[in-house]
C-alpha cells in the first residue's frame, strides 16, 4: 500500500512537471513576446520595440527557456524576487509568479480565492450526495415500480441538459423572474466580513443549481450501483439466511454500491476544486474558475499558468485520494 | 479670454474602461438627429461651459447645503478595473484619479464644482495657482504649512518637490502622466531618469527644481503657460522621502494627506477609504470629510449593478454607480429623476485614416459619410444622443476656444451617395480598399465593427476587418507592430486633460506624436501648434479653437465620431448627486449621505 | 461499418479448427447474416424513444446541411441589417414593434423575430448557429474517436512499454482540466492567425483541434480494455502465429471487432462537444463571429432582455437542449441495444 502511493506520488510528480512545462513552452514559443501584455499594461499600450526589450530583459525572456524553467521551479520551492522593468517584486514561496494586472503574487491571490471556490464546491457536493445517494437507493429497491421509472426518465432528463444551461436558468428565474429577495444577491461574501448568513445567502442559489443536477447524475449512478449490489449472490445469502431487509440493504448492499460512487465522486469533486467556471461566471462569484476567465481575458499569463497548474495538483491528488479510498472501501481490491 | 476650465483625465481611460469602451476605440460617432447635445431627451446635462480659475479660494471649503456627516458610500465601477497602483506618480486614469486626487492624495493645485456645476481651478497643496515669469518658463509655488499627512506629520516643500521629481522616472512609472508632461516641459527632464532608474534616492541630480523655504520653483524647457492645470494631477503631489515611497510596494498603501486614508486596497477588486483623522478642513479650499467610508467596488458586471441601482434596496440607497447599461437607459431615465446624471466626458471618439495612405481629402470625407454612426452606436450598447453624440471637430463642446463650425457647412451624417460621390470626385478606383482592427473577444466591438463594414460597403468601400485579441490601441500605437503595418484606418479615443486645446490637437495631430494614429504630418500645423504656446495666455484658447477648424476644413485628417458622455446613477441616501465636470466622473469631494 | 465484416466470424475460414456445421445450411446463414450490430439495429427500431430522437437529431441534421436553402426561403439571411432600421435605440435597444414579437405581431419576414441591439435575424442566425454547432461536433468526435482508437489500439495490443508511455498520455491529459486548457489555448492560436483571410475557418479548426485533443482518452481507454481482451482470443493469436504483419492484425483484425465500442464512444463525444462549442462560445473563448448557439445565449442572458424578450434567449437554448438530448438518450439507446444486459 505504502508502495503503491509511493509510486502514484512519484507518477502525480512526473504529470505535474509535464503540465507545468507544457503551459511554460506554450507561452515561450506563442505567438507573440511573453513580455508583450504585461509591457503593453505598464506603457498604457504604448509599447515599443525598445520597450518590449527592457520587459523581455529583466523578465528574463531572453534567457535560455530551460535556464527560467529552471528559475521558475526554484521559485516555487524558495521564492524569488521577480524584476519587472525597474521595479522588484517580492514573491515569496511557493512563488508562482507576479500578477501582471494587480502586480501582487500570484499566490496570494490564489490562497484569497480559494474560500470562494471551496465553498462553492464543498456545499454543490453536500447538496448533490445528501439528496442524490439516498434517493438512489430507495428507487434502486423500488427498481421497475412507476415512481423508479419516473425518477429515473426524469433525472436523466435533466442530466442531459447542459450543466451551464441549467445553472444559467437557476439564475434567470430565481433572480430576475421570481426574485428571492435573500438570495438573489449573489456572489462570494466572506464569513468573516459580512458574516455566515450573507455568506450562505450568496452563495444558496450556486449550490442549488449545482446540488440539483449533481444530484440527478448521483441518484442514477447510485441506483445503477445498487442494482448490481442487490443482484450478487451475497446479498441472495443474506436473504436466504433471513436477515432483515435493512441490514440487507445498507450493510451489505450499500457498502458494495458506495465504492463507485465514492470514486466518481472524488473525480467530481478534484474538478470543481479546481475551479467551476460557469458557476461562478453565472453567479458572479470570485472564485478561481472566474479569476482564470478573468485572466485569460486580460492576458494575465503568470495566473493563467499558476491557475492551470494548480487544478492540475488538485486533480492528481484527488485522483491518488480515490484510488486509495477504493481499496480500503473494497478488501477484494489490492492496490499493488 | 479667461476661459479656462477643468481638468485632466486621459488616454488610460480607453484602457481603464475596459472591453466594452475599447470598441469605441475602433468606432464613435458624430451624426444623428438633434444635432444638440440632448438627443430627444429633456435631461439637464453635466455640461461644461469653460472654467475659471479662483486663485484666492481659501479652506475650508463651503459646506454643501443639508449636507451631513457619517454612513458608508458604496461605488460600483461596472467593468472598469480600477487602477492598478495607488502610487500617484504612477496614476492615470479617469479612475483612479477621481477618487484618489478627489479623497486621498493631494497636489500643488485641484478643481472645486461652482454653484452651476462648472469646475473651478483653485489652489490645493499650493497657497495660490502659482506664479509664473513673463515668457511661462519659470513657476514658483508656495506650500503651504498647515497641510499633513495621515501620519499627523506637516507636508513639506520637498516632498512637494521629490514628489514632482518622481514623475520623471519613466521606467519605475511607465505609465504615469509625468512622462507626458513632466518629461516634455521640465528643463533638462528628458536627460534624467528619475530617482529610482537614476540610482539617484534623493533627487540631487536633477536641477530643474528649487526649494527655498516653503517655496519651490519649476524651470521650464519650453514655455507652459498651462503648468497650474498641470498642477491638479495628483501626480504633481508630495511623496515621503527616500525608501518609504519607493515603487511599487508604495503603490498598495500610499501615505495620504486628503480627508481620507487607504484602509485596503485589493487591485481589480476593492477599495476602502476611511477617514483620515489628520487632515484639517481649513487647510484645503475644496473637499469635504462627511462620509464615514467610501467602497469602491471594481469590475463589476454592469446588468447586476443596474439591477442593484433600480431595485432602490437597503444596499443600493447609500451606493453610487459610474455607469448604466443601454438596456436599461429607457427604464433608469423615467424612474430616477436627478439621481441619474449625465456628465459631459470632455472626450472624443475618432477615427483616423492613414495620412501617408489616404492621401485625398475626399476620400477622408467618404469615410466620414459612410460611417453609419447612429447604427454603431445602438450596436456597441451606447444610448444615441445621450452617451454619445455627433461631433464637429476634435475639441470637445466647452472647451475654451471651441468653435462652432461645421467642415461642410452641416453635420456629417451618414449618407452612402454622397460618399460614392466623394469618391468618385477623388477619381479612386471602387471598391476602395479599407483595412482596420476590431477587439473580437466583446461582442459589442463585433457588432459594431459589423455596423461599420456594412456602412463603409454601401458606400464604395470594401473592408477588411481584422480581429484582435488586445486592445487595438497596442496595435495602433505600435508602429512595428505586423498587423499594424497593414491598416489604413486606425482610431482613438481622446480626452482633454485639462480644458485647453494643447492636451488635444497636438496630442493627436502633431506629426510624430505618440497617439498620432491618423500619421499626420503638416509642417505648417506643426509650426501653429508650437507658436500657439508663445502667444500671450488670453489668446492662447482661441488660437487652438482656430487651428481645430483649420485643420479639420483644409485637410481633414481626422473624422471624429462622438463626444461622449457618462452617467452616473446614484442611490435616493446619496446627498448632491453631481458629476465632477473636470474629469467625467461623481462628484467625489462633494457626497454626502442623508441621514 | 458494414455489417458482415464485423464478428468474430469472419475468421472462420482461416482457422484450422474443422467446420461443425455446413455453411451454406439454412440455419447457419440466419445467424451469420445477423451481426450483433443488425441485431442491435433491430433493438433500436423497437425503442421508442430511440426513434423520437433519431427524427430530432435527424430535424437538426437537414436545419445544419440546408440553412442556406431554408433561410432562402424564408427571405431571412446573415446579412448585418443597419442596426437602426429594426432596433430602436431610445427603448432600450428592443425591436421595433413591425419587426415582430416581442412588441409587435408575428411576421413572415422574421419569423423568429429580430436580434435587440443589432437587429440581426433570428432564424438565419438560428440555423447557421445549429450548422456550426453540429459541424464543429462531429469533427472533433471524428478526429477524437481516430485519435482514441489509435492509442488504444497500439496500447492495448502492443503493451509493454508503449502501453506505459500511452497510457501516462492518457493519464495526463485526463488531469488537464479541458475548460483551462481551451481558455489557455483560444488566444494563442487566435493570435497566430488574426491576419489570415481564411481567420473565421482557422478559428473553428482550431476549436475542433482543442474539443478533439482533450476528448480522445477516453476512447482510448475503453479502447485498450477491450483490446486486451480480444488479443487473448484465438483469432487473433492464429493470426499472430501466421505471421500476419502487426498492422494488418490491428487493422484487418482487430478493429473491425471494435466497432460496438467505437460506436459507444462516439454516442457519447458526440453530445458531449455539441454542448462544450456552445459553453466554450457563452465564455467568450470559442467561436467569436456570432454565429453560434452558445454566442447568441451570452448576448440574451441579460436581465433586461429575458424580461422583456426572452423568446431571444429560448431559441438557441432550445436548440442546444433538444439536441444533446436526444443526441444523449440516442446514445443511451445505442449503448442498450448494443449490450442488452446493462439496465436503464
Given at each position: 500500500m505504502f508502495a503503491y502511493v509511493v509510486k502514484r506520488l512519484i507518477s502525480g510528480v512526473l504529470v505535474v512537471t509535464l503540465v507545468s512545462m507544457a503551459i511554460f513552452l506554450l507561452f515561450w514559443y506563442g505567438p507573440s513576446s511573453p513580455a508583450q501584455p504585461i509591457c503593453d499594461r505598464e506603457t498604457s499600450n504604448?509599447?515599443?520595440?525598445?520597450?518590449?526589450?527592457?520587459?523581455?530583459?529583466?523578465?528574463?525572456?531572453?534567457?535560455?527557456?530551460?535556464?527560467?524553467?529552471?528559475?521558475?521551479?526554484?521559485?516555487?520551492?524558495?521564492?524569488?524576487?521577480?524584476?519587472?522593468?525597474?521595479?522588484?517584486?517580492?514573491?515569496?514561496?511557493?512563488?508562482?509568479?507576479?500578477?501582471?494586472?494587480?502586480?501582487?503574487?500570484?499566490?496570494?491571490?490564489?490562497?484569497?480565492?480559494?474560500?470562494?471556490?471551496?465553498?462553492?464546491?464543498?456545499?454543490?457536493?453536500?447538496?448533490?450526495?445528501?439528496?442524490?445517494?439516498?434517493?438512489?437507493?430507495?428507487?434502486?429497491?423500488?427498481?421497475?415500480?412507476?415512481?423508479?421509472?419516473?425518477?429515473?426518465?426524469?433525472?436523466?432528463?435533466?442530466?442531459?441538459?447542459?450543466?451551464?444551461?441549467?445553472?444559467?436558468?437557476?439564475?434567470?428565474?430565481?433572480?430576475?423572474?421570481?426574485?428571492?429577495?435573500?438570495?438573489?444577491?449573489?456572489?462570494?461574501?466572506?464569513?468573516?466580513?459580512?458574516?455566515?448568513?450573507?455568506?450562505?445567502?450568496?452563495?444558496f442559489l450556486a449550490w442549488v443549481a449545482l446540488g440539483i443536477f449533481g444530484c440527478t447524475q448521483y441518484t442514477r449512478f447510485t441506483r445503477g450501483a445498487m442494482v448490481e449490489a442487490l443482484s450478487e449472490d451475497y446479498i441472495r445469502t443474506a436473504k436466504a439466511k433471513g436477515l432483515p431487509t435493512r441490514t440487507i440493504v445498507y450493510k451489505h448492499g450499500l457498502r458494495a454500491a458506495l465504492v463507485p460512487v465514492v470514486t466518481i465522486f472524488g473525480i467530481d469533486f478534484g474538478t470543481l476544486l479546481a475551479g467551476t467556471i460557469f458557476t461562478e461566471r453565472i453567479f458572479d462569484i470570485q472564485g478561481i474558475g472566474y479569476w482564470s476567465l478573468q485572466a485569460v481575458q486580460g492576458r494575465d499569463l503568470p495566473v493563467v499558468q499558476a491557475t492551470a497548474l494548480f487544478s492540475a495538483v488538485v486533480l492528481i491528488i484527488a485522483n491518488l485520494l480515490v484510488d486509495v479510498v477504493y481499496s480500503v472501501l473494497d478488501p477484494r481490491v489490492r492496490l499493488s | 479670454m479667461e476661459r479656462l476650465d477643468s481638468m485632466k483625465r486621459n488616454k488610460p481611460l480607453a484602457l481603464v474602461a475596459g472591453a466594452a469602451l475599447l470598441t469605441l476605440a475602433a468606432c464613435g460617432g458624430g451624426s444623428s438627429d438633434g444635432g444638440g447635445s440632448n438627443g430627444g431627451t429633456d435631461r439637464e446635462f453635466g455640461d461644461q461651459e469653460g472654467g475659471t480659475k479662483d486663485a484666492a479660494r481659501k479652506g475650508p471649503a463651503a459646506e454643501i447645503e443639508g449636507a451631513a456627516t457619517g454612513g458608508t458610500i458604496t461605488v460600483y465601477l461596472p467593468g472598469d478595473p480600477g487602477p492598478d497602483s495607488l502610487d500617484p506618480t504612477t496614476g492615470w486614469s479617469v479612475t483612479g484619479n477621481s477618487i484618489q486626487q478627489a479623497l486621498t492624495s493631494r497636489s500643488l493645485t485641484q478643481y472645486a464644482r461652482d454653484e452651476n456645476g462648472q469646475p473651478v481651478l483653485v489652489p490645493d497643496l499650493a497657497t495660490d495657482l502659482g506664479t509664473p515669469n513673463d515668457d511661462y518658463t519659470e513657476w514658483t509655488f508656495t506650500i503651504r504649512d498647515d497641510a499633513t499627512w495621515e501620519d499627523g506629520k506637516p507636508v513639506t516643500a520637498e516632498e512637494v518637490a521629490f514628489g514632482i521629481c518622481r514623475s520623471l522616472d519613466s521606467e519605475a512609472f511607465p505609465s504615469g502622466a509625468g512622462t507626458e508632461y513632466s518629461k516634455t516641459y521640465f528643463k533638462d527632464a528628458a536627460d534624467y531618469e528619475g530617482p529610482y532608474t537614476g540610482k539617484d534616492p534623493n533627487c540631487e541630480k536633477w536641477d530643474g527644481i528649487a526649494v527655498d523655504g516653503q517655496d519651490i520653483t519649476i524651470s521650464m524647457a519650453k514655455p507652459f503657460p498651462d503648468m497650474d492645470y498641470w498642477g491638479a494631477f495628483m501626480t504633481m503631489g508630495p511623496a515621503p522621502l527616500g525608501n518609504a515611497s519607493k515603487p511599487p510596494n508604495y503603490g498598495n498603501k500610499p501615505l495620504a494627506n486628503g480627508p481620507y486614508k487607504v484602509d485596503s486596497f485589493k487591485p481589480n477588486e476593492e477599495l476602502v477609504l476611511v477617514k483620515n483623522d489628520q487632515w484639517s478642513a481649513d487647510s484645503d479650499?475644496?473637499?469635504?470629510?462627511?462620509?464615514?467610508?467610501?467602497?469602491?467596488?471594481?469590475?463589476?458586471?454592469?446588468?447586476?449593478?443596474?439591477?442593484?441601482?433600480?431595485?432602490?434596496?437597503?444596499?443600493?440607497?447609500?451606493?453610487?454607480?459610474?455607469?448604466l447599461g443601454s438596456d436599461k437607459y429607457?427604464?433608469?431615465?423615467?424612474?430616477?429623476?436627478?439621481?441619474?446624471?449625465?456628465?459631459?466626458?470632455?472626450?472624443?471618439?475618432?477615427?483616423?485614416?492613414?495620412?501617408?495612405?489616404?492621401?485625398?481629402?475626399?476620400?477622408?470625407?467618404?469615410?466620414?459619410?459612410?460611417?453609419?454612426?447612429?447604427?454603431?452606436?445602438?450596436?456597441?450598447?451606447?444610448?444615441?444622443?445621450?452617451?454619445?453624440?455627433?461631433?464637429?471637430?476634435?475639441?470637445?463642446?466647452?472647451?475654451?476656444?471651441?468653435?462652432?463650425?461645421?467642415?461642410?457647412?452641416?453635420?456629417?451624417?451618414?449618407?452612402?451617395?454622397?460618399?460614392?460621390?466623394?469618391?468618385?470626385?477623388?477619381?479612386?478606383?471602387?471598391?476602395?480598399?479599407?483595412?482596420?482592427?476590431?477587439?473580437?473577444?466583446?461582442?459589442?466591438?463585433?457588432?459594431?465593427?459589423?455596423?461599420?463594414?456594412?456602412?463603409?460597403?454601401?458606400?464604395?468601400?470594401?473592408?477588411?476587418?481584422?480581429?484582435?485579441?488586445?486592445?487595438?490601441?497596442?496595435?495602433?500605437?505600435?508602429?512595428?507592430?505586423?498587423?499594424?503595418?497593414?491598416?489604413?484606418?486606425?482610431?482613438?479615443?481622446?480626452?482633454?486633460?485639462?480644458?485647453?486645446?494643447?492636451?488635444?490637437?497636438?496630442?493627436?495631430?502633431?506629426?510624430?506624436?505618440?497617439?498620432?494614429?491618423?500619421?499626420?504630418?503638416?509642417?505648417?500645423?506643426?509650426?501653429?501648434?508650437?507658436?500657439?504656446?508663445?502667444?500671450?495666455?488670453?489668446?492662447?484658447?482661441?488660437?487652438?479653437?482656430?487651428?481645430?477648424?483649420e485643420i479639420m476644413t483644409d485637410y481633414f485628417p481626422i473624422i471624429p465620431t462622438a463626444f461622449r458622455n457618462d452617467l452616473f446613477v446614484f442611490g435616493t441616501k446619496i446627498g448632491n448627486p453631481t458629476g465632477d465636470g473636470s474629469i467625467g466622473a461623481p462628484n467625489y469631494k462633494d457626497l454626502y449621505v442623508m441621514q | 461499418m458494414s455489417a458482415d465484416t464485423a464478428g468474430p466470424e469472419t475468421l472462420g475460414s482461416l482457422s484450422d479448427e474443422p467446420q461443425h456445421q455446413d455453411p451454406n445450411s439454412q440455419q447457419a446463414k440466419e445467424i451469420a447474416g445477423k451481426s450483433p450490430l443488425r441485431i442491435a439495429l433491430g433493438r433500436l427500431a423497437r425503442d421508442k424513444i430511440a426513434v423520437v430522437c433519431a427524427v430530432v437529431v435527424l430535424f437538426f441534421i437537414i436545419c445544419a446541411v440546408f440553412a442556406g436553402p431554408i433561410s432562402h426561403l424564408f427571405g431571412v439571411s446573415l446579412e448585418t441589417p443597419l442596426a437602426s432600421e429594426r432596433v430602436d435605440g431610445l427603448n432600450n435597444n428592443m425591436p421595433k414593434p413591425e419587426m415582430g414579437p416581442p412588441f409587435g405581431p408575428f411576421t413572415w419576414e422574421h419569423p423568429m423575430g429580430v436580434a435587440p441591439r443589432t437587429g440581426n435575424d433570428n432564424l438565419a442566425y438560428w440555423l447557421y448557429g445549429c450548422r456550426i454547432s453540429l459541424l464543429i461536433a462531429a469533427s472533433a468526435t471524428l478526429v477524437a474517436s481516430v485519435t482514441g482508437v489509435v492509442v488504444g489500439l497500439l496500447a492495448g495490443f502492443l503493451g509493454g512499454a508503449v502501453d506505459k508511455i500511452l497510457s501516462f498520455f492518457v493519464d495526463t491529459f485526463l488531469t488537464i482540466p479541458f475548460l483551462l486548457a481551451a481558455l489557455t489555448l483560444a488566444p494563442i492560436l487566435n493570435e497566430r492567425f488574426a491576419l489570415y483571410d481564411s481567420y473565421a475557418t482557422i478559428q473553428k479548426f482550431s476549436l475542433v483541434v482543442v474539443l478533439a485533443l482533450f476528448g480522445w482518452m477516453g476512447t482510448a481507454r475503453l479502447i485498450r480494455g477491450e483490446v486486451l481482451a480480444l488479443r487473448e482470443r484465438e483469432f487473433v493469436q492464429a493470426a499472430r502465429v501466421m505471421g500476419m504483419p502487426t498492422s494488418r492484425i490491428l487493422f484487418k483484425e482487430l478493429l473491425p471487432n471494435l466497432a460496438a465500442p467505437i460506436i459507444i464512444s462516439v454516442s457519447l463525444m458526440l453530445p458531449a462537444f455539441v454542448a462544450a462549442e456552445a459553453g466554450l462560445a457563452y465564455l467568450g473563448i470559442g467561436v467569436t463571429d456570432g454565429v453560434s448557439w452558445g454566442q447568441t445565449i451570452l448576448q440574451a442572458a441579460t436581465p433586461t432582455y429575458f424580461r422583456e424578450y426572452p423568446q431571444y434567449l429560448w431559441q438557441p437554448l432550445l436548440g442546444i437542449v433538444a439536441l444533446v438530448l436526444s443526441l444523449n438518450l440516442l446514445g443511451d439507446a445505442i449503448r442498450d441495444a448494443l449490450d442488452p444486459k446493462t439496465r436503464r
Open positions: 504604448r509599447c515599443t520595440q525598445t520597450k518590449l526589450a527592457v520587459y523581455e530583459k529583466t523578465l528574463g525572456y531572453d534567457n535560455p527557456v530551460y535556464e527560467e524553467y529552471g528559475k521558475y521551479v526554484k521559485g516555487i520551492f524558495v521564492g524569488r524576487t521577480l524584476t519587472i522593468a525597474s521595479n522588484d517584486y517580492e514573491c515569496g514561496a511557493p512563488c508562482l509568479g507576479v500578477s501582471y494586472r494587480t502586480k501582487q503574487p500570484v499566490k496570494e491571490e490564489l490562497v484569497s480565492r480559494m474560500p470562494a471556490t471551496f465553498s462553492v464546491a464543498i456545499g454543490g457536493a453536500f447538496l448533490y450526495l445528501l439528496f442524490g445517494v439516498p434517493i438512489g437507493v430507495a428507487a434502486a429497491r423500488r427498481r421497475g415500480t412507476v415512481a423508479d421509472k419516473a425518477l429515473v426518465s426524469s433525472f436523466l432528463f435533466i442530466s442531459s441538459i447542459p450543466y451551464y444551461l441549467f445553472a444559467l436558468l437557476t439564475w434567470l428565474y430565481l433572480t430576475i423572474t421570481f426574485p428571492i429577495p435573500f438570495f438573489s444577491d449573489t456572489g462570494y461574501f466572506s464569513i468573516a466580513q459580512n458574516g455566515p448568513l450573507k455568506w450562505f445567502g450568496g452563495l | 479650499p475644496a473637499r469635504h470629510q462627511y462620509a464615514d467610508e467610501f467602497v469602491f467596488k471594481f469590475n463589476q458586471d454592469q446588468s447586476k449593478v443596474d439591477e442593484i441601482m433600480l431595485s432602490d434596496n437597503s444596499d443600493s440607497q447609500t451606493a453610487v454607480s459610474t455607469g429607457t427604464d433608469a431615465n423615467g424612474q430616477l429623476g436627478d439621481r441619474l446624471v449625465q456628465q459631459t466626458s470632455q472626450c472624443v471618439s475618432t477615427l483616423t485614416p492613414d495620412y501617408d495612405q489616404i492621401t485625398d481629402i475626399n476620400v477622408r470625407k467618404a469615410l466620414a459619410y459612410a460611417y453609419p454612426y447612429e447604427d454603431v452606436w445602438i450596436a456597441s450598447g451606447e444610448v444615441p444622443g445621450v452617451t454619445r453624440v455627433p461631433a464637429n471637430s476634435i475639441m470637445p463642446p466647452g472647451m475654451a476656444g471651441k468653435k462652432d463650425f461645421q467642415v461642410d457647412g452641416e453635420q456629417i451624417t451618414y449618407d452612402p451617395e454622397k460618399a460614392k460621390a466623394l469618391l468618385e470626385e477623388a477619381g479612386v478606383e471602387m471598391p476602395y480598399p479599407i483595412t482596420m482592427v476590431y477587439y473580437e473577444v466583446d461582442p459589442l466591438a463585433k457588432a459594431a465593427q459589423d455596423q461599420i463594414t456594412k456602412g463603409f460597403e454601401a458606400s464604395g468601400f470594401k473592408v477588411k476587418a481584422v480581429p484582435v485579441q488586445e486592445s487595438p490601441y497596442n496595435i495602433w500605437l505600435d508602429p512595428d507592430n505586423k498587423v499594424n503595418k497593414t491598416l489604413n484606418l486606425r482610431g482613438v479615443n481622446w480626452c482633454s486633460d485639462w480644458p485647453s486645446g494643447s492636451t488635444m490637437i497636438p496630442s493627436l495631430l502633431r506629426g510624430g506624436a505618440v497617439y498620432n494614429t491618423a500619421r499626420f504630418d503638416e509642417a505648417s500645423v506643426n509650426d501653429e501648434m508650437d507658436n500657439i504656446a508663445t502667444l500671450p495666455l488670453e489668446e492662447q484658447a482661441d488660437a487652438w479653437g482656430s487651428l481645430d477648424e | -
